[in-house]
């Protein structure tokens, strides 16, 4: 057989070549188990030792030449198969995948809290619900027959004497100054309670975050500058904070803090009562009563302790009205976190 | 409190217009919540702590504002003087501690008529009602100077001595609110010889009221305790401007100030001459003497006032001030600041004054603690989970009503009740998440949800000796959840078995080992961690379903105690080495009893299997057409391997034929 007469059939062959299963014909043909090289390779033994030498080469040039042909034509194949076999397929039907659930927003909430403090150096610590009544006022410098107890109306139980569900999270101060020794850097989370009539403002249960730092030499100005970062990584780096004297029974000098409105940048709407200013959290240094009653040495110690209302954060943050929706879980509220 | 900027500058020039007066009031702590302009006048309305009753008056505003704006406090002191004839008219005061101080002051031949125009406008724009000139002026000095007044009609009262007593239980007494009150104990009176007058401290009586019919009036002027005024009102449940400021504190020294005052409008007013000023009580109290150590106040405040400055805003709030050494003042507290007691109460008033925005901001060098808080990482990790399988967090009350626990049907110890509750749904503490998950779902059902998946990690609370805490997590499901797959839409009706799988994910990804699930009748299944029970799953019953409204819906929950669940954790994973040689999977499928159980088979088949057999699970399940009532059919594949060589099939072969053998002869399967 003449070599150059099938490699001219070879170059037309493929060239004929359009799909796969032509390919595979088109394989067979030439480099199969009966194919056109099987048949030349097996005359070889009958030639002269000169001419062997020779026509084994050119075969073994041909196979290269007709494998590499294959391999180059069953790229192009591949390329033109996807375009043809998947042209009907829509991207526009929905994704496949197990739909996530939602996170409480009051727990997107304090997870980003605690972790902003955490970073600053803070440790997260928890506290029980249920209070004696001398960590909830007495020890936090709040008289029991005065009108400053007013704010923490609470609900007491039934059958555990002075026993109660505590009004703030504040207790937990009382708590850890007494377990733990200074230097103290601490946030705390959780659920308080207050017999409030509920409405679109008030809730009987809610949830706060406590912060206090005790440590020599902290100062009003480390509250300040604590409290900035922590207000700036919440509502962003645009707000203009403001620190208002304010009167809590256990911090002195006490501060309400403002941020200036969300809403409005400060021109005055109806979520911040035309004041321009939304007031965060509560906040001062640490009344030196409040160390007496947990034997910490108020004359070497000094520090800082502020509260806020997670619910109120994520009303302002979520632009969400009515604080009943917090517990009403409606899926449909819940998904939007 | 309301207050307008006409009344302050009778004590003090103001140069500042309203609106920059409110702002800067607010940021002395009197934060003025709104201002309106009304009548020619602005009105204030200011929010005053509980701690300053010295500024619920318009002289104690008047002398924040000489402080801030730096300026000086008009004082006025009323003139005339009362004879002090001597009468046979007497003060007895039960307990000095109910009533350190009584005053009162006879003025005879008084004009009881309307007010004056200039007057009666003042009392109306912050919202007190006129009555009549002697009572309105009795009120105007309460609102200028914040010592409560009250006018009786001389001729009402018995004439021969007035009584500060605690009522009797059996006494009663008509308000000028038109109301008859039940006194007691509890609740201090003015009285005089035959009965009580007044409610001391809170309100007058009707009988004795001034009326356009009195000539003669005693003007009480005086002080009561706090607490007694406290418990009096609340006893009654009533609240006036009086007890209000009586409850906050009153100035010793403005007492005689205002009965004074009072006189003098009356006289002017309502003509009448002041005859008798009598006074019974404690003698005033001595001056506060604080010190204040100015290297401290920039140690608290992180910032260097000037010791002259220091002082400058403290005479303007009225303290005075002496130097004791080089950086030490003495400071006389005036007596209207009852609140002033410590050296850190100065240093507010001193920030205050100088302004918490002049105060620079810093940051403290945190020695941060060995943070323990594995207890919270454990429980995010699970909220994580639970939210990548599809489930949502809710927060339900963690208080309930008596009732729905009751339908719940589960064995509940006594919960914890709540001694003070508002409402009905406020009764008792939760002793399971359960029921406010169920009202959850309820909720949703309603709002055409056709699934439900809901988790809470919270505590419940357990009435022991000592009432306890335990973190526990809730999860509860209902309804078809479905998937939209390549091949069509997928339903999956939620049940128990697909709280089982949520669970089993968290015990593996919290490396939890030995847990199992046990039956306890149809609707109820045990949680067992290495035999300790640790939480429930449970199909709600028909009578708890009606108990939440829901119809027509089956809903799963469950329970877990997780403090109970991570007292199993053991720290340290191990590296198990992966296997050398391959195995071989072989299947086998057959038709089992429904009443027989899958776990007794795999335990079966586990034992009879070793060495050879390393793995076997359930790898398909069904039932429908081809297989009878009362059966299922199942498939198992069991994995054979070994450490030391590659298996042949003719070595497993034997095993396999076991386990069947196992299956038909112990547990009657008939094989497919």
Redesign the interface.
């Known amino acids: 057989m003449d070599i150059n007469a099938i490699s001219t059939q070879i170059d037309l062959d493929i060239q004929g070549v359009h799909s796969s299963e032509g390919l595979e014909e088109f394989r067979l043909k030439y480099l199969g188990r009966k194919g056109v090289i099987a048949e030349l390779t097996s005359t070889i033994p009958s030639l002269s030792k000169d001419e062997r030498a020779a026509f084994g080469q050119q075969v073994n040039s041909l196979k290269n030449r007709l494998l590499a042909l294959v391999e180059d034509k069953q790229k192009t194949l591949s390329v033109q198969s996807e375009n043809t076999t998947y042209t009907s397929f829509d991207i526009g039907m929905?994704g496949?995948a197990?739909?996530?659930?939602?996170?409480?927003p009051?727990?997107q909430i304090t997870?980003e809290i605690c972790s902003i403090f955490?970073r600053?150096?803070?440790?997260?610590?928890?506290g029980?619900?249920?209070e004696t009544e001398y960590n909830n006022f007495t020890g936090l410098n709040i008289p029991l027959?005065?009108?400053?107890r007013?704010a923490f109306d609470t609900?007491?139980?039934?059958?555990?004497a002075k026993?109660l569900?505590r009004s703030h999270t504040s207790p937990v101060q009382v708590r850890a100054m007494q377990e733990?020794k200074p230097?103290?850097?601490i946030v705390v989370p959780g659920?308080v309670?207050r017999?409030?009539?509920v409405d679109a403002a008030h809730s009987?249960?809610f949830h706060q975050i406590e912060g206090f730092?005790v440590?020599e030499?902290?100062?009003?100005?480390?509250l300040?500058?604590?409290l900035?970062?922590f207000a700036k990584a919440v509502f962003g780096k645009a707000i203009n904070m403001?620190?208002?004297?304010?009167?809590f029974?256990f911090t002195?000098?006490?501060?309400e803090v403002d941020i200036s409105c969300i809403i409005c940048k400060g021109k005055g709407c109806s979520v911040c009562?035309r004041k321009g200013w939304l007031e965060i959290l509560g906040s001062g240094?640490i009344?030196?009563h409040v160390f007496k009653h947990v034997g910490i040495d108020a004359k070497k110690y000094?520090g800082f302790a502020f509260g806020l209302g997670v619910e109120r954060i994520a009303m302002l943050k979520y632009g969400i009205n009515d604080i009943r929706l917090?517990?009403?879980?409606?899926?449909?509220f819940?998904?939007q976190f | 409190m309301k207050i307008t900027y006409n009344w302050l500058k009778d004590f003090v020039d103001i140069k500042i217009p309203a609106q920059e007066l409110a702002a800067k009031l607010t940021m002395a702590g009197l934060e003025v919540v709104a201002l309106e302009e009304k009548a020619g006048d602005f009105v204030l309305e200011i929010e005053i702590t509980p701690n300053r009753p010295d500024w619920l008056s318009v002289l104690g505003v008047a002398r924040e504002i000489a402080a801030i704006t730096n300026t000086k406090l008009k004082i006025q002191n009323p003139k005339g003087k009362a004879r002090s004839a001597k009468g046979n008219f007497k003060i007895e005061i039960e307990d000095k501690k109910d009533c350190p101080l009584y005053s009162a002051r006879i003025i005879r031949n008084v004009r009881v008529a309307p007010s004056p125009e200039w007057l009666r406008k003042r009392l109306e724009l912050i919202g007190c009602r006129s009555v009549n000139n002697v009572v309105d002026i009795t009120n105007y000095v309460l609102f200028e100077l914040g010592e409560p007044l009250h006018a009786f009609d001389l001729d009402k009262l018995s004439q021969d001595k007035i009584i500060v007593r605690r009522a009797k239980d059996s006494e009663k007494l008509l308000a000028i609110d038109e109301e008859e009150r039940n006194l007691k104990s509890k609740v201090l009176v003015i009285a005089d010889r035959n009965r009580p007058v007044a409610i001391a401290g809170v309100m007058g009586g009707k009988e004795t009221e001034v009326t356009t019919s009195t000539r003669n009036v005693l003007l009480e002027a005086a002080i009561f305790d706090p607490v007694v005024v406290r418990r009096g009102r609340q006893a009654l449940g009533l609240q006036s401007e009086a007890s209000y400021r009586f409850e906050r504190g009153i100035d010793f020294a403005m007492v005689e100030k205002a009965s004074a005052r009072a006189a003098q409008l009356i006289q002017e007013i309502c003509g009448g001459e002041d005859i008798l000023f009598l006074s019974s009580g404690l003698t005033k109290p001595k001056e506060i003497r604080v010190d204040l150590d100015t290297a401290y106040v920039a140690k608290i405040l992180g910032v260097n006032i000037a010791r002259a400055k220091i002082k400058q805003i403290l005479c303007g709030l009225g303290f005075k001030v002496r130097q004791k050494s080089k950086e030490v003042f003495k400071v006389g507290v005036p007596s209207f600041r009852q609140d002033v007691k410590l050296q850190v109460d100065l240093i507010e008033e001193v920030a205050r004054v100088f302004g918490y925005d002049n105060i620079p901001a810093s940051l403290p060098a945190v020695k941060p603690a060995i943070t323990i808080r594995e207890k919270r990482d454990l429980v995010s990790a699970i909220k994580a989970i639970l939210v990548g399988l599809g489930v949502s967090e809710v927060a339900t009350y963690s208080l309930l009503d008596k009732a729905v626990l009751n339908n719940l049907g589960l064995n509940l110890a006594k919960p914890i009740e709540i001694l003070n509750p508002l409402s009905q749904d406020q009764e008792i503490l939760r002793p399971t998440l359960i029921p406010g998950l169920g009202r959850a779902v309820s909720f949703n059902i309603n709002q055409k949800q056709d699934y439900v998946s809901i988790f809470e990690i919270g505590n419940i609370f357990l009435g022991e000796t000592k009432p306890r805490e335990e973190l526990v997590l809730g999860l509860a499901l209902s309804g078809t959840n479905s998937f939209l797959l390549e091949q069509g839409l997928v339903k999956d009706e939620a049940g128990l078995l697909n709280l089982k799988g949520t669970l089993e994910t968290i015990f593996l990804r919290l490396g939890i080992q030995g847990y199992e699930f046990n039956n306890q009748g149809a609707l109820n299944c045990a949680i067992r961690i290495q035999n300790e029970k640790i939480g429930l799953m449970l199909r709600l019953s028909p009578k708890a379903l009606e108990g939440l409204s829901i119809k027509n819906r089956e809903v799963f929950a469950l329970e877990v105690s997780l403090d109970k669940l991570f007292s199993f954790i053991r720290p340290g994973k191990k590296f198990t080495p992966l296997p050398k040689y391959p195995g071989i999977t072989r299947d086998i499928s057959f038709v089992l009893k429904d009443d027989l159980s899958v776990k007794d088979i795999l335990l079966a088949l586990n034992q009879k299997g070793k060495p050879l057999l390393s793995d076997i699970r359930i790898t398909d399940y069904y039932k429908g057409k081809q297989i009878p009532a009362g059966f299922r059919g199942l498939t198992l594949s069991c994995f054979y391997s070994s450490n030391e060589r590659t298996l042949t099939e003719k070595e497993i072969q034997p095993v396999q034929d076991l386990l069947c053998e196992t299956l038909m002869q112990t547990f009657g399967v008939k094989m497919r």
Request: without cysteine.
């Open positions: 929905p496949i197990q739909g996530l659930g939602h996170l409480h009051v727990t997870d955490s600053l150096g803070f440790s997260i610590v928890d029980p619900e249920i027959e005065h009108p400053s007013e609900f007491y139980l039934k059958n555990y026993l569900l733990r230097p103290l850097a659920r309670y017999p409030d009539a009987f249960m730092m440590d030499g902290i100062k009003f100005s480390d300040k500058g604590v900035e970062k403001r620190f208002r004297p304010h009167f029974p002195e000098p006490s501060a009562g240094m009344h030196p000094t917090f517990f009403e879980n409606d899926l449909r819940l998904k």
